[in-house]
């Protein structure tokens, strides 16, 4: 190798991660960097026992590449980039992980960068195929050309598959984030580079980060704050190999750390982290004069009368004439949204196991989303029997398997209804089994409710007509809180499981319900014709439900005539009450009391457990 400096080097973290590795030095051989330029590889293991040294003295031939290994005393890898920090030879670092696949022109890009600016830099590079919970590992690895990856990157790029995530926060605000109050929020160490002074003049990563998440976010607040600029390469890509994980082990850990962060600093912008999407906090900046510069349309801040209605929402006192407001929580919205938003309704949908939210209000929901509502969905159950009690499979997925992945498909499914992912909640009460558990649900529900008494909708499982116990009690512990804490929206009850229903799975699970009822209903039709190609893309995430999910599984966990319906359905119905009548409005066996009624009892959808 020559012994000449190089012009970037390359720290790479890893533990007990050989394949993923490979994947990353491969990518590094196949670098193209201008005439004269060289770079070098450190890689920094946080005590692997898997071989990892033994794979990266393979490189050796290839790669001017050097190993450090610290002991294995838990999650350190701060300590390992700070170790590539401290024994990197160029003038600029530039941060891989484990399973990134560099483009051939990325270091060239992250070099460009920095020799661009006069002063020091921090870049973001741009990473493909980053999924926070591994969702749709499996088809972003079976396209993936791992023998081209640079033909990959081009194609899902033309399809516009599996971009940065990050990337409606660039399409809100745009790409020059130097002119942004927080940019190093975006500045994730997965593929990220800064000049190697500034990194050892800030003091590196901060080891006190003993899980995952925020290190890298802390120490692009001290670059900013020593004055860096921050520049979004878009050449500099990368593409992230899937690989099991849990999102929520992650994010309780971010969580944690991220208030660590904003004890740690304890500056306005620091204290909006733990409790703030990444996504909203330059509105919330703004608006709350907390960022220098005059207001503009570009970066939302222009103070309305929104601001002070999510204020009021959250419990903050209203501002007086002229002071600055408390913004909303605005997700993908504008500025220019907000007016609209105001009197935007505020909606709950609860659904008694992941697939039933889809099924009875999948369109009703992407309509509510895209007409600006602020709508949240809660799973009371865990959803975690509907192989082993439906079709008698115990095990491979086991009922703790089934949990974790219906989770993990109900978020995507909120995607596919325009749901942020902070908009589902789980209660995880075990499926089956809710009635043996009411007290504690009726405790989270009221609970759940007191967070939200401005709600102006709540969608439920009618609370005598469905015949599941899991899908009755939903709705008759709901509608019950309502009541005891005084809130009155409008209740939309729908009906998913009901005898043709309970006969296509072949499973029972019923509990009497406590009685008929003296409310007048009617029965009232949702056109969802435009939202039709949301609900199928929301209902074919479940898959654990709809499709031959296990080993040997002959059907579906939901029949294929009860998916037909599904699918066939353009309109989604609700039964409203109103005071007075006698009882047998409710309770009638045609199923059609009331008024506007347009389907009888086949005009409905279902769902299984």
């Not at 500045?187 to 980060?209: H, I, K, M, Q, V």
């Not at 992407?366 to 499979?393: K, P, Q, Y």
Request: charged share 30%.
């Amino acid at each position: 190798m020559s012994t000449s400096q190089p012009a970037c080097t390359v720290v790479v973290p890893t533990y007990n991660r050989t394949e993923l590795l490979q994947h990353t030095l491969e990518s590094l051989c196949r670098q193209q960097l201008p005439p004269g330029d060289r770079f070098e590889v450190i890689v920094a293991d946080d005590g692997s026992a898997d071989g990892t040294e033994e794979v990266v003295a393979g490189y050796r031939d290839r790669l001017d590449v050097r190993y450090f290994f610290q002991p294995d005393e838990g999650y350190r890898v701060a300590k390992a980039r700070n170790a590539g920090i401290e024994h990197a030879r160029a003038d600029v670092c530039v941060f891989v992980d484990s399973g990134v696949i560099l483009h051939s022109g990325a270091l060239a890009a992250h070099l460009a960068a920095h020799r661009e600016t006069s002063g020091p830099t921090a870049v973001v590079g741009y990473v493909l195929c980053f999924n926070e919970g591994n969702e749709d590992g499996q088809e972003i690895l079976d396209a993936v050309d791992f023998a081209d990856p640079d033909a990959s990157f081009a194609r899902f790029t033309a399809e516009r598959r599996w971009p940065d995530i990050r990337e409606d926060y660039y399409e809100r605000y745009g790409e020059e984030l130097d002119a942004l109050t927080a940019p190093w929020l975006m500045w994730w160490t997965c593929n990220a580079s800064a000049s190697t002074a500034l990194l050892r003049a800030t003091g590196g990563f901060d080891e006190a980060y003993r899980s995952w998440g925020a290190e890298d976010v802390d120490l692009g607040y001290r670059l900013r704050t020593a004055g860096a600029r921050f520049t979004l390469r878009r050449d500099a890509a990368a593409l992230h190999v899937p690989h099991p994980k849990s999102y929520e082990a992650n994010m309780r850990s971010a969580a944690r750390n991220y208030r660590y962060f904003a004890a740690k600093f304890n500056t306005p912008v620091a204290r909006l982290v733990p409790d703030n999407h990444f996504h909203e906090i330059e509105d919330v900046l703004r608006s709350r004069g907390l960022a220098d510069g005059e207001a503009t349309e570009r970066f939302g801040t222009v103070v309305r009368p929104i601001d002070q209605a999510d204020a009021e929402d959250a419990g903050a006192r209203t501002p007086t004439e002229g002071e600055p407001m408390t913004p909303p929580l605005l997700g993908m919205w504008t500025w220019k949204d907000r007016e609209a938003r105001r009197d935007a309704p505020r909606v709950l949908v609860f659904s008694p196991h992941p697939d039933d939210e889809v099924i009875a209000c999948g369109g009703t929901v992407a309509r509510l989303a895209a007409e600006g509502a602020h709508v949240g969905v809660v799973f009371a159950t865990d959803g975690a029997m509907s192989h082993s009690a439906v079709l008698g499979i115990h095990t491979d997925p086991t009922p703790a398997e089934v949990r974790e992945i219906r989770r993990q498909e109900a978020r995507m499914a909120g995607k596919a209804l325009g749901l942020r992912e902070e908009s589902v909640r789980f209660l995880d009460y075990p499926d089956t089994q809710l009635a043996d558990r009411l007290p504690e649900f009726r405790r989270d529900v009221l609970a759940l409710l007191g967070e939200h008494e401005a709600v102006t909708q709540v969608y439920v499982p009618h609370e005598i007509r469905e015949l599941n116990a899991d899908h009755r009690l939903t709705g008759e512990t709901v509608v019950s809180c309502l009541a005891e804490l005084g809130l009155t929206p409008d209740v939309y009850r729908y009906v998913v499981w009901d005898e043709r229903t309970e006969e296509e799975f072949g499973f029972v699970n019923r509990k009497p319900a406590d009685g008929p009822g003296t409310a007048v209903e009617r029965l009232v039709s949702f056109d969802i014709a435009d939202y039709v190609a949301q609900k199928h893309a929301a209902f074919r995430e479940h898959r654990t439900q709809v499709e031959l999910f296990a080993p040997g599984q002959t059907r579906p966990v939901v029949p294929w005539p009860f998916q037909e319906r599904v699918f066939a359905a353009r309109t989604e119905e609700f039964w409203i009450t109103e005071p007075g009548g006698d009882a047998d409005a409710r309770t009638g066996q045609d199923g059609r009391a009331g008024q506007d009624v347009r389907a009888g009892q086949d005009g409905h959808t279902g769902e299984g457990e």
